[in-house]
């Protein structure tokens, strides 16, 4: 059975991280606050593009953690509110920016923004919401958090970037693409989780552990979602089953499946994906060859790989209570599609 992270129980909880969402409910009701307040804006069409994804029903998973890292750290003060809002201005940014450059037409199962207002203005209200994030990164006084978070967002940007040039290249290797996993998802994971330490002034080790729990649960997280992409339910992802097919987005299910394929199997991906050549039934033979031949399922062994580097990170702080709902996440974010 497939559950996706957005799930939620009778109570309203995220299924699988309520305890996460118990340690961080306080913070994350004034990061909400946080969030509405900074998408103010005497041009009309700025909040409304920016709401539009920000109220959509995003999981918000990522300022979680960085609420979640600073109580593990024992942080005291406002530092930690800020910046998860900034981590999530900087995630709906990339969002915006992503659904231009991929030509989505949906995004957490509503029309995208760009399907509503068009291309420009979902890069520009995304660069309105970088501006306003690091605006919030200054306010924290800390200047090792703004270089973290200023280095992701340069990562990130690079990890774009490769994706774009690893798009319809069927040549791609699975070290290829985990470099451009590391850099557009698991980057932001990293920085959004490292950053409560640092501001806690927590010794080095440990802020590089927080670091090392964040980029593995990211690898894992992407990892899952790639598979969902060919394996999941519609309505519960939030976009069409398929999608990452028809972009030509060579993901590692598709990396793996060209490997271990037949010649006339490679010639089915590079029509499909380096061609743009689509027809009826092709993608119900993506997801036939990937069955074929353990993509799926080689992918999400994988994911369980980066999930338990993430627990082994996490063996520095053991003993502190605050350790266990971010345990649980890794084990509901690897077992989301089972």
């Known amino acids: 059975m497939v559950v996706p992270l957005d799930e939620r129980s009778e109570t309203g909880e995220i299924a699988g991280v309520g305890p996460l969402v118990e340690l961080v409910t306080p913070g994350m009701e004034r ?7 900074r998408t103010g804006s ?6 409304e593009v920016a709401n539009h994804l920000i109220n959509s029903g995003g999981k918000r998973l990522r300022p979680m953690l960085t609420l979640a ?13 800020k910046l998860a809002a900034s981590v999530e201005f900087m995630h709906t940014a990339t969002l915006l920016h992503d659904d231009v450059v991929d030509g989505s037409e949906m995004r957490r199962g509503k029309l995208a ?3 509503l207002w068009g291309n420009e203005a979902s890069v520009l209200v995304g660069d309105f919401l970088l501006g306003q994030a690091f605006k919030m990164m200054v306010e924290v006084g800390s200047l090792e958090a703004l270089r973290i978070l200023a280095d992701a967002a340069a990562v990130i940007a690079e990890g774009e970037v490769m994706q774009l040039a690893a798009a319809k290249n069927t040549a791609t290797t699975e070290d290829d693409y985990l470099a451009v996993v590391r850099g557009k998802t698991a980057a932001l994971f990293a920085a959004a989780c490292e950053v409560g330490p640092v501001i806690a002034n927590r010794p080095k080790a440990e802020q590089a552990a927080a670091r090392s729990y ?3 649960l990211g690898i894992a997280f992407q990892l ?4 969902l992409d060919y394996g999941g339910r519609e309505a519960k992802l939030g976009k069409k089953v398929g999608d990452d097919f028809r972009e030509g987005k060579i993901t590692l299910p598709v990396v793996l499946a060209y490997r271990r394929g037949s010649e006339d199997e490679r010639a089915f991906w590079k029509r499909t994906l380096e061609e743009g050549k689509i027809e009826d039934g092709d993608l119900p033979e993506a997801i036939r060859l990937l069955a074929k031949h353990g993509a799926i399922d080689a992918t999400l062994e994988r994911a369980r790989h980066y999930g338990a580097m993430a627990r082994d990170a996490l063996a520095l702080f053991q003993d502190r209570p605050q350790a266990k709902p971010l345990l649980d996440v890794v084990g509901f974010v690897t077992a989301r599609a089972h």
């Open 31 to 37: 990061v909400n606050a946080f969030i509405l307040s």
């Open 42 to 47: 005497d041009v009309a069409m700025i909040p």
């Open 69 to 81: 890292t600073a109580a593990l750290s024992g942080y005291s003060g406002d530092g930690d509110v």
């Open 113 to 115: 923004a760009r399907m």
């Open 214 to 216: 964040g980029m593995n």
């Open 224 to 227: 899952v979602d790639d598979a």
